[in-house]
């Protein structure tokens, strides 16, 4: 039904920038509440920020004052800048939201991207 697009991993070295992109397809869509997670190699995914459709934010407590969860309605984009990046942070990166088509029956989902590898060396 929807297709979540991911954009903007990479390599960067520590203490660098990335921002990522998480576009929705479609054009008769909404995209409501959405998150990013990662997942590192041995560990479990894990929330990393989310953002409710009234612009309300959640951060873990690993990239509280580093990451800003964000989000362009009218794209129906949302973004992930990740400033003053650690090796820790390498992870694939998915972005996840909760979307509605709207249709003769207007329909709400959870999606995912198809992730997106984030190496930051040291």
């Known amino acids: 039904q929807v297709q979540l697009v991911e954009s903007g991993g990479g390599l960067v070295q520590a203490g660098g920038s990335l921002r990522l992109s998480c576009a929705a397809s479609g054009s008769a869509l909404t995209m409501n509440a959405m998150g990013w997670y990662r997942q590192a190699p041995g560990k479990q995914r894990e929330l990393v920020a989310a953002?409710?459709?009234?612009?309300?934010?959640n951060y873990a407590d690993s990239v509280k004052g580093r990451f800003t969860i964000s989000r362009d309605n009218a794209r129906n984009t949302a973004y992930l800048q990740m400033n003053s990046l650690k090796p820790e942070d390498t992870a694939v990166y998915y972005c996840?939201?909760?979307?509605?088509?709207?249709?003769?029956?207007?329909?709400?989902?959870?999606?995912w991207g198809q992730g997106t590898q984030v190496t930051v060396s040291s």
């Open positions: 996840n939201a909760d979307v509605t088509t709207w249709g003769p029956a207007n329909r709400k989902g959870n999606y």
């Open positions: 953002i409710t459709s009234g612009g309300s934010t």
